[in-house]
């Protein structure tokens, strides 16, 4: 019975066996392609279309606007311009006033001298300190035609041997007018320590009949111009003394006298 049948339906046997084995009809499984997630602007989708977290993106800083430099630039150079231009303009009056003064009033630096120096006293405490009181008479000389000085509060004439000072004194306050001479008294106190060895320089330069001796001026003074009055300027001087000696209650001769005085504003 079985070989009736194959002999009977060949064909249709030959069929069977080739739909089994024709490769068109096998089914075959195609793994998926593993390909990169695709990018959507920021957006990373998976290979199944699922969305994943989303980066913030970091942009660089962009500079300042053009504009805004600019604007900032025009400034800084306006400012700068506008100071430049009021310091010309300060010198320029400045220049100017200095110039007017000068060919108007003329103005001259007073003129000191040393007339007179008495020792009152000079001699060692028993602390071995150096006591010194002396009397000077200075004479004040105000050359100016046009300017009138005020002598303020505050002006002071030191008497220095060497590097020591030995006495100061004040100068009083008073006005000085147009070529006006004033004759003053001023009296100088002073304690220096450690006297011994100041007093034996002194005695030794006093057996040679030559002392050398340095009166030094600090005075604070004001211009007069007609009716206008200047602020403070300061009068520094120093006068280069030799005497003969330091004897108390005694006249003391001046053999040399240079005086050197200069204003500062």
């Known amino acids: 019975m079985g070989d009736f049948q194959r002999r009977v339906h060949p064909v249709l046997q030959m069929e069977a066996n080739t739909k089994k084995t024709s490769p068109d009809l096998v089914k075959t499984e195609h793994l ?12 990373k989708t998976s290979p199944a279309g699922e969305k ?14 053009l504009m805004f430099r ?4 025009n400034l800084c150079c306006r400012f700068f311009c506008l100071g430049l231009s ?30 007179r120096l008495q020792v009152s006293n000079l001699g060692i405490n028993f602390d071995l300190s150096l006591s ?20 303020e509060k505050g002006g002071r004439v030191q008497v220095w041997y060497t590097e020591t000072m030995l006495c100061e004194g004040h100068i009083p306050k008073f006005y000085q007018g147009y070529r006006n001479v004033t004759r003053l008294h001023v009296d100088l106190t002073g304690r220096v320590q450690f006297g011994n060895a100041v ?16 009166l030094k001026v600090d005075a604070p003074v004001s211009l007069k111009l007609g009716k206008l009055k200047l602020k403070k300027i300061r009068v520094f ?3 280069k003394l030799v005497v003969d000696s330091l004897s108390t209650n005694k006249g003391v001769n001046i053999k040399a006298s240079d005086c050197k005085f200069r204003l500062k504003f």
């Not at 989303?54 to 800083?61: E, F, G, M, V, Y």
């Not at 400045?94 to 003329?106: G, K, P, S």
């Open 32 to 43: 998926p392609s593993q390909q990169p997630p695709a990018t959507v602007g920021n957006k």
């Open 52 to 65: 994943t977290q989303q980066l913030p993106i970091q942009r660089p800083l962009s500079p300042p606007p």
């Open 70 to 73: 600019n604007k900032k630039r």
């Open 86 to 115: 009021l310091l010309t303009f300060a010198l320029i009056a400045l220049a100017v006033a200095i110039t007017v003064i000068y060919f108007v009033f003329h103005p001259k630096i007073p003129q000191y001298q040393v007339n």
């Open 132 to 151: 010194a009181l002396f009397r000077v008479k200075i004479t004040a000389r105000n050359p100016n035609e046009k300017i009138g000085i005020y002598y």
């Open 199 to 214: 007093m034996s320089a002194l005695l030794q330069q006093q057996m040679t009949g030559r002392v050398p001796l340095d």
């Open 237 to 239: 001087g120093s006068c």
